[in-house]
């Protein structure tokens, strides 16, 4: 695992503030914007420059079973939510030192070293003489007691960038009892009074459990958690965005404009673009809203009108010989990677084949098709052929059909092109159709964090080294009012359990934070469902460009987060 | 052909300047930073503030073959280059109203529609009542007689916009006699006084050609051409650079650059980049030169060391294993996309195949095989299994192999993967190799142009302009010392035929531009040179983030022009 940590961060620790020949060696391998992004100071909420004191709500419960979830979690089930208030008299203070640790957990999002930036200088602001540790390479790190401490001259060159290479992530869970054990052993040892995990869905139920284990065993060791994925699907009501998607949006985006004047200027190709988001489609609708593409397939939608992979590839096709009618023939679509995760009948197909074909009486003759059913048989039959032997080929060690493996956008481009063959034999359809496929993800997850997703994270930051110094555990670290200017964003904890559900699973419910799915009757999806008609025949493309730090446009917030808070995008 | 077009404009077109309710209209269609660029005010050298004449230089000759140049180009040959100096007494003047055409040909490249304002700008500062029109679609649009008058309010929502959607451009070419007689036709009818000819090395020969022709039937219509296309291989000593190039490399390096920390950051993937440039590997050279990737191949030096596709292979394994040795399993490769152009036996390899193939005779078997070289053989083998079904499968109507449609960076993992396969059972090798591929070409294309390319397009232009008004033709506008601040930039003419040589086709000579193709005595690649086996082994990876049109890193320009121009970049 250590050999997978590369710290640019090791060649500065010798005092790089105010060191004129250190401070050269950043700019000789940071480019001028990214050394330019070091010193740019992040305004906060206001609440940091006063003093402040902690507020509980009412009582909470949980998104669903709260009495499988109390039983989880007997000690932590209820909790309020904190809000920071101002207040003179009564301020949070201590003049305890605390020892935090932090973790990154998951795949990377812009803005994480944000997070632990905004934790290290509270802990500078409001309790001096506090260590902060990064655990290295995820939840791992803790379960092997792999760690760094955090200094001011190795956390100052990550400042505003992007990546997870301070102290890199993981995708390890603490699950056994051992694993618990292991991590208990850790933070004994080593003293903490807190523990920030940032991560998606999973890791903060995973936090949560730290949580409620720490407080079982009456340890001081606190935890709180941070809303962290690019695919947006990690929110609530009092968390009302996951920092990154704003960034990563806004990246896809700017490559998506950019391909949408070029279609426009050539005239003669449908771009078929595929996004992250395999579980939910927040990326592709907020692309939507920030481009208008002529067609955008929302995996929620598809789902919930039950549609085919002929609806589907029968409305692209439908919008393809409009726009001929129309003189245009070409366009751009936009592709959720999860979309035949959607589809149930691809599904019904995929448990067959994984049937069928462990069996494995897979014939050249095509006899072992006949052990399908009709109804799947019809739509394997409707795949293209080169998508036919990738499921029959690439198989995973288990011998089951690789669903991920399938590139979405060049299958649904065969698809669209044998439906507008027919077409033209028939004399429906007259013109050439050719499809480009592309793929925009890890192009996303490690750009350089916007403003937004700066100055948010390093609030959550903030705010999880204000929970901690005032002993809270099991919360989730929440900014709030994002659609005011930063100085009026609010600061607080929700209780982890508040935002959990169980699942049954071998037997046993297990407790899981929802993913927070694309909703029809959301004003986002409304937004773009009132408009789509018109992208898909007139062209309404925009090109928002690159990312701006300074100057027009650098402080724009994403139009999924705007529309959800009721305010204009 | 118009059905392809789709003027944005239109929609423009009843006067937008100062009109408010134009203005709202012109911020709903485009995004904060579009439309901030619109107003952004240019910057010009400082011979345009002030009154100026031309000056032309000694005769000039040609890049190779003269005599058979100036066979070619009789009314042409020889011509001086044009260079335009300060001058009160003497400047250029002139009463007489102009009427141009303009024209974009071939690819989209970043700055298209700056080149069509700054024409636009020069006639109604120095020529007030001039005339300019837009032909539609490219060269077609000059056959055609296809165009358009381009008004103050028709090129306004263009300015500093990305794309070529103002006019669009297209791929044909003016060759047959029957087409030069349409062209002059079109130009005749139009009583056009000039044509300006924007495209790329192939488009700035037919200009030249039409020059020529239009010079040899004593016509008043002038040609002059400029230097585009985002592959960076038309240039010459009085023609420093193509525009586009600057955008397009950044956009590539910025998407290089969050793969890049991303890797880093993930620590288990190597991710091949395929880079536009078919012909030469400038773009994949500057975007190194940005970014610092572990591996980057660049066609010519393939070529001048006669690297097969094995050494190619092994070079990047042995970086591989070296890297593994020292804990990191994650890299960064950049991959040209013509590269097997430049490997000859890869060449050998195709036209005997087409030859053998053309035969027809292709058993299941193999027993085909036998009728290749023994040599060649052994290359088809080296071959991925998915490469040569492709190769077999997917011909072109005429039989050929379509070497265009070969995934090179995908390729290079399956052959990367085999060979570590076989260290791996050797022993020699002991982690998980990890490909992910990505293809960089559409998406910097039609991006917003930076400010050098903005800048510079404008000043080409304005150069192009005042290269008409004076009479000149046969030369490629030509702005210079671009190291310095815009105001010192020199701006004037060079000869088209100075730039060309000759080539044999079907036993006659045809005149060509040659490409300008990466230098391996040149300062860029010597740089690059000097420094790979660092970037190999150790990271010194640079983000170069996105493209700032204010603040730190807006004005920068790119390595390839400032080491060539002698200056740091």
Known sequence: MASQLDFIGKDYIAGISNNPRAASRVSSVYSEVQASRIDHALPLPSVFKNPFKIIDGPPSSSAGHPEEIEKLFPNL?????????????????????????????????????????????YLQEYVKGSSLFGFRGGPAGIMKGKYIELTSEFVYPYRNQGGFDMICSGRDKIETPEQ??????????????????????????????????????????????C?????????????????????????????????????????????FVRLMGRAASHITLECALQTHPNITIIGEE???????????????????????????????????????DFIPEV???????????????????????KNLKEETLKIFEFLPQTIQE???????????????????????????????????????????????????????????????????????????????QSGKTGLISSVGNLAAPVEEWTVGGTALTSLMDVERRHGKFKPVIKKAMVELEGAPFKKFA??????????????????QFKGPGSDARNHTLMLELGAQA
Not at 94 to 121: E, M, R, T, W, Y
């Open 77 to 121: 089930f209820g909790q309020p939510s904190a809000l920071l208030v101002l207040n003179q008299s009564d301020a949070v203070k201590s003049d305890q030192k605390l020892k935090i640790g932090v973790v990154l957990s998951g795949g990377q999002a812009p803005g994480g070293h944000n997070v632990i930036c905004g934790i290290f200088d």
């Open 180 to 225: 618990f054990q292991q991590a208990e052993e850790t933070v004994t040892k080593m003293d903490l009074d807190g523990l920030v995990v940032i991560g998606g869905d999973d890791s903060n139920t995973n936090a949560c459990l730290l949580a409620e284990h720490f407080r079982g065993k009456n340890m001081k060791t606190r935890v709180i958690g």
């Open 227 to 271: 809303p962290k994925t690019i695919d947006g699907d990690l929110k609530s009501k009092e968390v009302p965005t996951s920092f990154g998607f704003d960034t990563a949006c806004k990246i896809y985006s700017e490559m998506i404009g950019n391909v949408m004047i070029d279609a426009r200027s050539t005239g003669k190709y449908y771009h």
């Open 302 to 340: 598809v789902f919930e009108k039950k549609l085919t992979l002929k609806n589907v590839t029968d409305n692209i096709v439908d919008v393809i010989c409009k726009r001929a009618e129309n003189g245009y023939n070409y366009g751009v679509v936009l592709v959720p990677e999860g979309l035949i």
């Open 347 to 369: 599904q019904e197909l995929i448990s067959e084949l994984n049937e069928v074909l462990a069996e494995g009486n897979v014939d050249e003759e095509g006899q072992w098709k």
């Open 390 to 468: 990738q499921l029959m080929l690439e198989r995973d060690p288990h011998g089951n059909v690789q669903v991920a493996k399938i590139e979405t956008e060049k299958m649904l481009i065969q698809m669209v092109e044998t439906e507008l063959d027919k077409k033209k034999k028939a004399g429906t359809y007259k013109r050439e159709f050719m499809g480009k496929s592309h793929f925009f993800g890890y192009e996303g997850r490690c750009g350089l964090p916007t403003n937004f997703d700066a100055t948010y994270c390093y609030a959550l930051g903030y705010g999880a080294g204000s929970l901690l």
């Open 530 to 547: 009132s408009q789509r008609e018109e992208w898909a025949l007139k062209n309404r493309y925009i090109s928002p460009g690159p990312i």
